[in-house]
């Protein structure tokens, strides 16, 4: 009896801590959402409300919404990514969707094609790339398939960094090679509402089986052996959760250019605050890293006269900022 009530104890304090923490986060979020739109190098009024329109609805608001939409799929593949290979050290670019998103837009760039095909060069690079990894790594038998999967993706995704240092070289240094090299430290300064609303959908299509399938995903951090004698078929259960990362992560890549550290960090901050339960995980991981990414850009766009790219404010602030979880967390990652 005794044990029953302090069971059942313990469980409401834990929804009542995971309610809490989803509702800072959220509030959270959309202070910063208020505070995106109001910052800027122009300044706003309420009595002009014809630049008001324009600055807030057709400039800042793709922007705020961008910024949300791929700080939160980073977050949600980085959650995914940590779990089913069971490593803390994974990010959304493990299995190698950023270099291959990397090489599709800087070829797309060499031949001067138009920004929309350079996002859709983007977009399945990253894909392809992640499909070679998966087709390989299934195919090395006698290994653990995890680490084969992981390994693979480390090498795959160093081949294809080697070749886009290489169409680097070929350039043309005064137009293509600025353009290649702004794209590759990740900014949303140009993302427009149309580009947005081609990558939120495959954004959403990836997010579904993630919400669907929230409660199995905890199977896949078991052994291959347990997760079946639980009724789960581990194998066709990770392809598809990874797909759902991939598309996450590749309609980021896409929109955003290279933007690392949000998927490696914030999935452990938010374990620390809601524990490694995916259920809880991925709605907190993703309002965290909408929020994250939201701050950063609009830092980047207004700390200083020339606007600083996200990718290397994330690496800046990201780097301590793990070091200190780090050090806060009492337990194994």
């Not at 800072?24 to 014809?50: K, N, Q, T």
């Not at 791929?70 to 493990?94: E, F, K, M, W």
């Not at 896409?254 to 995916?278: D, E, K, M, Y």
């Amino acid at each position: 009896m005794y044990l029953g009530v302090a069971a059942f104890f313990f469980d409401s304090i834990e929804r009542i801590r995971y309610a809490a923490a989803l509702a800072i986060a959220l509030a959270g979020l959309l202070a910063l959402v208020v505070l995106a739109l109001l910052v800027g190098r122009y300044p706003l009024s309420l009595s002009d409300l014809p630049m008001l329109k324009t600055v807030v609805i057709e400039i800042r608001g793709p922007r705020v919404l961008a910024a949300a939409l791929v700080g939160a799929s980073l977050a949600a593949a980085g959650t995914v990514y940590q779990g089913i290979l069971r490593n803390p050290l994974v990010s959304p670019d493990i299995l190698g969707v950023s270099s291959g998103a990397a090489l599709g837009a800087v070829a797309a760039m060499l031949f001067s094609l138009q920004i929309i095909f350079v996002q859709l060069f983007a977009f399945a690079g990253g894909l392809l790339a992640v499909a070679l990894v998966y087709w390989i790594g299934s195919r090395l038998r006698g290994h653990d398939p995890l680490l084969a999967l992981v390994l693979t993706g480390v090498v795959v995704g160093t081949l294809l960094g080697a070749v886009v240092s290489l169409l680097k070289t070929l350039a043309d240094p005064l137009g293509q090679l600025p353009a290649i090299t702004f794209w590759l430290l990740g900014s949303l300064a140009s993302v427009s509402p149309r580009e947005l609303a081609i990558a939120a959908p495959l954004a959403i299509a990836g997010l579904i089986p993630l919400a669907l399938l929230r409660w199995r995903v905890n199977l896949l951090t078991l052994p291959d052996d347990e997760a079946r004698s639980l009724g789960a078929d581990p194998g066709q259960l990770r392809l598809l959760v990874i797909a759902a990362a991939t598309l996450m992560t590749a309609a980021a890549v896409a929109i955003s250019g290279i933007i690392g550290w949000i998927g490696l960090l914030v999935p452990h901050a938010a374990r620390l605050l809601v524990g490694p339960g995916f259920g809880r995980l991925l709605p907190l991981a993703m309002l965290l890293g909408a929020a994250f990414l939201l701050a950063v850009d609009t830092l980047c766009r207004a700390a200083t006269a020339v606007e600083l790219p996200p990718g290397v404010v994330t690496a800046l602030i990201g780097t301590p900022l793990f070091l200190w979880l780090f050090a806060l967390s009492r337990r194994s990652w």
